[in-house]
């Protein structure tokens, strides 16, 4: 067990040193400064985010925020994979390991998002860059969170409710898919203990307990009823 920690320590910090600067890249930060040269956190909510985008400076912005924030963390959780799966060909450690650098990258891309290095360490609520996590991590687990995000918006026509439920979703499926790759043996990186299935679902779990915390005034207003419905300004800056 040592050996594993020796040989995977120095590639853990190296993966989410870089995911963490990566991440704190805040496109929300950015395009707002672009297209009306103000910043975000002054503006609407206050939070560095693609929703405040959108109802502040507009659908424009809000579509580069969108791609920007998701591609950064489909870049980090990437390179976590790359540099895992170099140390475990190394090292000749099972195949399954490599998903613990995408696991550990996109954590890093996510606390980078929510503390920008950049930006005085004040950013957003990290929903888009664990979104993309979750795409790197197993498509279907992506799906899942998507499609409940999208149903739930749908209905209710808010984006807050929307991105905690979708949060919330993240360690039941990453439970069910990966109990079911372990049971029937058809995981892509090989047969993997069911210890593995525990500590993935616990990882998913902290991202979820992390993203619906960041959600606490949201949470508030939506108890008090003054949470705010889907609104797009129409016209950009």
């Given at each position: 067990?040592?050996?594993?920690?020796?040989?995977?320590?120095?590639?853990?910090l190296?993966?989410?040193?870089?995911?963490?600067l990566?991440?704190?890249?805040?496109?929300?930060?950015?395009?707002?400064?672009?297209?009306s040269?103000?910043?975000?956190?002054?503006?609407?909510?206050?939070?560095?985010?693609?929703?405040?985008?959108?109802?502040s400076?507009?659908?424009k912005?809000?579509?580069?925020?969108?791609?920007?924030?998701?591609?950064?963390?489909?870049?980090?959780?990437?390179?976590?994979?790359?540099?895992?799966?170099?140390?475990?060909?190394?090292?000749?450690?099972?195949?399954?390991y490599?998903?613990?650098?995408?696991?550990?990258?996109g954590?890093?891309?996510v606390?980078?998002?929510?503390?920008?290095?950049?930006?005085?360490?004040?950013?957003?609520?990290?929903?888009l860059?664990?979104s993309?996590?979750?795409?790197?991590?197993d498509?279907?687990?992506?799906?899942?969170?998507?499609?409940?995000f999208?149903?739930?918006?749908?209905?209710?026509?808010?984006?807050?409710?929307?991105?905690?439920?979708?949060?919330?979703?993240?360690?039941?499926?990453?439970?069910?898919f990966?109990?079911?790759?372990?049971?029937n043996?058809?995981?892509?990186?090989?047969?993997?203990?069911?210890?593995?299935?525990?500590?993935?679902?616990?990882?998913?779990?902290?991202?979820?307990?992390?993203?619906i915390?960041?959600?606490?005034?949201?949470?508030k207003?939506?108890?008090?009823?003054?949470?705010?419905?889907?609104?797009?300004?129409h016209?950009?800056?």
């Amino acid at each position: 067990m040592w050996k594993v920690f020796e040989a995977l320590a120095m590639p853990a910090l190296a993966a989410m040193l870089i995911a963490y600067l990566i991440g704190s890249m805040s496109f929300s930060i950015i395009f707002t400064k672009k297209f009306s040269n103000a910043d975000i956190r002054s503006m609407g909510s206050g939070n560095a985010g693609m929703t405040n985008v959108l109802r502040s400076v507009g659908a424009k912005a809000a579509v580069f925020t969108t791609i920007c924030d998701f591609a950064k963390c489909v870049v980090a959780s990437l390179i976590g994979k790359a540099i895992f799966q170099h140390t475990c060909t190394a090292n000749n450690f099972p195949p399954y390991y490599i998903q613990y650098g995408v696991f550990l990258a996109g954590f890093a891309c996510v606390v980078g998002h929510i503390y920008p290095i950049y930006f005085g360490f004040h950013g957003g609520k990290g929903i888009l860059s664990t979104s993309a996590l979750m795409l790197v991590l197993d498509w279907r687990i992506f799906v899942v969170a998507i499609s409940v995000f999208i149903v739930t918006l749908i209905i209710t026509k808010i984006i807050s409710i929307s991105s905690i439920l979708a949060a919330a979703s993240f360690p039941f499926s990453t439970f069910i898919f990966f109990y079911y790759d372990y049971c029937n043996r058809i995981s892509a990186y090989g047969p993997y203990s069911m210890l593995y299935v525990w500590i993935t679902t616990a990882i998913a779990l902290l991202f979820s307990v992390i993203l619906i915390w960041r959600h606490k005034a949201n949470i508030k207003r939506l108890r008090n009823g003054t949470e705010k419905r889907i609104t797009v300004k129409h016209k950009d800056a």
